[in-house]
């Protein structure tokens, strides 16, 4: 961006400093909230790689066609939410990505993974929507997707379920319970599809304008309306339940029945229908009401024609993405914060010798495996203690010239106790008791 020549230096300064802002809708993550964005991944990593899951990392921008197809023109998404734009070298149409199931396919079909095994796979990252922006919706926001790509048996959408139930355990969640839901397959879905569209025609004068938009490109989409006005309508309409095929029903009983072996509640929500095209049979979210409006922390579901419709040989897969941001408010909303990696060791130092010493000596205790920040920057030793005391650090290694000398340091323990003077060699050792003592 220019700025014109006649503003002074100090009105330029200005306007530069009012127009850096983050983008409306992408949150930085501070230092103070990233500790408990590290535990998280900690935690959702070692549980994913419990059962089997590996990880996976795709582009975050594709291109817009991927998602054209793969999430379907009619929804929310590809309608209205996408960041698209054009390539401006090669005039490529290209998108931020909204979700991570499409490129995840994309992925496995262009490097050939599904065919010789099925996979089990999981990745994590930002996600781009244009929502309007509210406590647990963002511009920006974070998802882990797990990906379980050519099974078809019940068994396996029971598994991603169960995973989820250990996973709010693991986290200490509370007040989180399952909906379930079955879409069936696409004969009762065509037969659903055509009831529904004969009860709204019958009721136009109640659509909304979303609603009207849609009778008859994706009348399933009305019933995912959010729109208060509408609910009542919805609740009337045709159930899908009705049409569905004996073996959709079979595959549904199934997933129940061993959800209920495991002692898994659930809901049957018949209203339940996934914000994207992409869903067959099994679908769920996971929801609280502790969070407003944005209750829902994890969703999916079964997509069998998914693979096919961008490109593939027929395969049978499901999967299902968490919202970072919403589970870590819930676990806020429980008191949970944790602080980022913390100090062991703040070393300060005064004079050329000592100085010289203390970057070598920092380095040893980092041999050792302590966490140490050597002071930069100067400043008496009452300045460099007052950083000291702010960095949490739990020890802290005094080098003055009388100590370089000597080739030795002192070590103040800042919880209170005896400050020890050491020789260089036994610093890291008389740090680690220090901290072991505490
Ligand atoms: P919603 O109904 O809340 O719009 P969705 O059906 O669009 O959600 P999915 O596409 O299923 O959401 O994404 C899975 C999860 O990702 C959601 O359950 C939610 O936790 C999270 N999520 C989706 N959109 C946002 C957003 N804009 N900001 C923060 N988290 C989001
Ligand atoms: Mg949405």
Excluded at 260 to 281: A, Q
Excluded at 342 to 357: F, K, R, T, W
């Amino acid at each position: 961006m220019g700025f014109s020549t006649h503003h002074s230096p100090l009105a330029r300064y200005k306007m530069s400093n009012e127009t850096l802002q983050a983008v409306r809708g992408m949150n930085d993550i501070l230092p103070d909230e990233a500790g408990l964005w590290l535990w998280f991944e900690e935690v959702v990593r070692d549980w994913l790689h419990s059962y089997g899951y590996r990880n996976i990392r795709m582009p975050l921008v594709e291109p817009t066609a991927l998602f054209k197809r793969a999430i379907g023109e009619v929804t929310d998404i590809v309608e209205k939410e996408m960041y698209s734009f054009e390539d401006s070298l090669n005039g490529d149409q290209l998108t931020l990505r909204p979700e991570g199931t499409a490129s995840c396919v994309r992925a496995v079909l262009q490097h050939n993974l599904l065919y010789n095994a099925p996979q089990r796979l999981y990745y994590s990252g930002q996600m781009f929507r244009h929502e309007r922006p509210q406590k647990g919706r963002y511009r920006q926001f974070h998802q882990y997707g797990v990906e379980a790509l050519g099974y078809a048996g019940p068994d396996i959408d029971a598994e991603q379920i169960l995973m989820c139930a250990r996973l709010w355990k693991k986290l200490g969640l509370r007040d989180v319970t399952l909906q379930l839901n079955t879409l069936g397959d696409s004969a009762s879905r065509q037969r659903h599809r055509e009831k529904l569209i004969a009860y709204f025609e019958q009721h136009q004068e109640s659509l909304d304008a979303d609603a009207t938009r849609r009778l008859h490109s994706n009348p399933l989409r009305i019933l995912d309306s959010k729109n208060p006005a509408m609910q009542e309508l919805i609740a009337g309409a045709p159930r899908l339940m009705d049409e569905l095929e004996p073996e959709a029903l079979a595959h549904f009983a199934a997933v129940q029945e061993i959800l209920t072996r495991h002692g898994v509640p659930f809901e049957i929500n018949p209203r339940l229908v996934r914000g994207l095209d992409y869903y067959n049979r099994t679908v769920f979210e996971w929801v609280t009401t502790r969070l407003g409006a944005q209750g829902t922390i994890c969703a999916g579901g079964r997509y069998d024609g998914l693979i096919e419709q961008i490109g593939g040989k027929p395969a049978p897969a499901i999967g299902f993405a968490m919202g970072v941001e919403r589970l870590l408010a819930l676990l806020q909303e429980d008191g949970m914060a944790l602080p980022g990696p913390e100090l062991d060791a703040y070393v300060v130092h005064q004079g050329e010798l000592a100085s010289g010493l203390a970057g070598l000596v920092a380095e040893n205790l980092r041999d050792a495996g302590l966490r140490v920040a050597l002071h930069c920057g100067g400043g008496s030793f009452k300045s460099q203690m007052k950083k000291a005391d702010a960095s949490g650090a739990r020890v802290t290694i005094v080098i003055g010239d009388d100590e370089a000398q000597a080739q030795q340091v002192s070590v103040k323990p800042m919880q209170g106790g005896e400050q020890v003077r050491v020789s260089v060699q036994d610093a890291a050792e008389t740090v680690i008791q220090f901290i072991e003592q505490e």
